[in-house]
């Protein structure tokens, strides 16, 4: 099928079967991959309509997406989106409506952005990285694949806690972060990790509850043997 | 393209990429979002037959969806399975033969119910949730982002054993779930443990391997406390 | 919509809204189902081209199916992808570019191969598997859902390291396995490890971090009782 409504504004290119609604802005050299969803309207538009195309798309606010973006196949854009310049989404990938994305950042295939994230430039967030709402992620942040982030201390209460990874920071595949805490700048967090309370920056921390076992330095000097080294 | 099987009975509203086969009847105000298949043929099926769209479709048992529901874009839910009033399914939601869904249920996006898999009503199922075959959800049930729960205690053995998580029950994200553990009726289980024994009735476990370290009430008390700070 | 290359050769059938692009070839009674995409260009190609479906065609170097594979709905399968007789994938399966997969195995849904990864023969990789560019897959190695494979000791690197699987090995569900390490022929890990070290040939391990508990043959013992007894 495919639909682009007429209130869009697509400079780029968008694939045949991809649907974008309302007021979007899609900027010049940004592709628009096949089976895409642009605009998705929020779930309260969505429970007070009658849900046919034509409504959702009078209803959609539209995202925007700057120049020279990547959105491939299968993938799902909610409306009131900001996404800067080259940014590049995987397959599956899933925005949340309110959702910030800075430029010349990556969003691995199967990640969700599950409500307002805020994520700098020159991130990196790898395959089915888990970010609730209310979780910000500042530049130049490492996320592995398969990371689930928390935003409720005692599920399921009414006062969401995000948790924020400050800038350069690397968050290792597979951890749990826990509601409430913060990823100090440079801090590293291995694979598995369940970190259950704020690592300070420049920390290295792994286990279940995670502790702190070296500083960024040692763990860049080990990186940097093992890159010398043979194996 | 989208297709429409003349067996299947909609009074709610399919969108124009949407697949239905078999005789699914889809209720009054439900709608079936974009690139969404319902009525999927079981595997046994698949493998016997030519694999034309036609033959699939005379093959199909449809599936059942009560009024309300909302099935968002990219999921799949096979044959044979039953889905109450106003369920919500999320994007990329999978859903295989034989589960049952009560009213007013949502599954998030990504969540895969793997077989044969009861849901009770007022039941939330987050994103990625893995649930197989056998695994019984009672009412009012949570689950945490990326939850597994498992079925087999010795992988692969032609035995396999589901996990009950009994009414009220809360499950946090990234917990892993051994088969044939009850989680009983009010428990919590934090994020990310590891569970490997059944957790009573009104108690909380968290960790790896997972122990029980509060009563219900006190986790209510920390949450209520909680609540009215001001962090 | 739906895209066949002229320059594919498809012997099986393909489903009216998938995508096949470049020079792939798919075997008799392979079957390529809706919303799937075969032959996606890789990431420079796709970054150095206009981004249009007639030029992505013309850049695919095409994927090569054998015979009587079953290609489930909303898959991407890259280009230069190898796949043997008789496979089988999941719904939302991604395979990058450089992938090789044997014959009979059966890739779960939402499972990734996330760059060059081999896999053997009669493999069965679960749902939500994570599978790194240079992993190794031996024959007949059961990898459980959720199972997280990493390729990088100290991230973010320029070395990369891949985790081999040998023959007959089974991963339990959500385990998290370090970048470099080998599991051994028929060893077994349990479910929710995190594998730091390598385990040699017919042990089993478990935990955080994972450590050897018993031996392949014991676990099998346990496995027999339980299979014989009444629960």
């Given at each position: 099928m495919g639909y682009i409504s007429k209130r869009a504004i697509v400079r780029g290119f968008a694939s045949g079967s991809a649907v974008i609604l309302g007021c979007s802005e899609i900027g010049e050299e940004t592709f628009i991959d096949e089976f895409v969803y642009i605009g998705y309207p929020r779930r309260d538009k969505l429970l007070r309509s009658p849900r046919k195309l034509s409504n959702l798309d009078s209803l959609s606010s539209g995202t925007r997406a700057g120049r020279g973006c990547i959105i491939r196949s299968h993938t799902v854009i909610y409306e009131d989106v900001e996404i800067g310049d080259r940014v590049e989404a995987g397959h599956y990938v899933l925005i949340r409506e309110g959702s910030r994305i800075g430029s010349d950042s990556k969003i691995g295939s199967y990640?969700?952005?599950?409500?307002?994230v805020e994520v700098g430039s020159n991130v990196s967030i790898q395959s089915g990285a888990y970010l609730p709402h209310l979780t910000t992620i500042e530049n130049g942040v490492f996320i592995g694949p398969g990371v689930i982030v928390t935003n409720d201390p005692y599920p399921v209460s009414r006062k969401l806690l995000g948790v924020r990874i400050k800038e350069g920071a690397i968050i290792g595949a597979g951890a749990v972060l826990i509601a409430g805490i913060e990823v100090g700048e440079r801090a590293v967090i291995g694979a598995g990790a369940v970190v259950t309370r704020s690592i300070p920056a420049g920390m290295v921390a792994f286990g279940c509850p995670a502790r702190i076992m070296m500083t960024r330095e040692e763990y860049e000097e080990k990186k940097r043997m093992r890159e010398e080294a043979g194996d």
């Open positions: 990640a969700k952005l599950d409500g307002k």
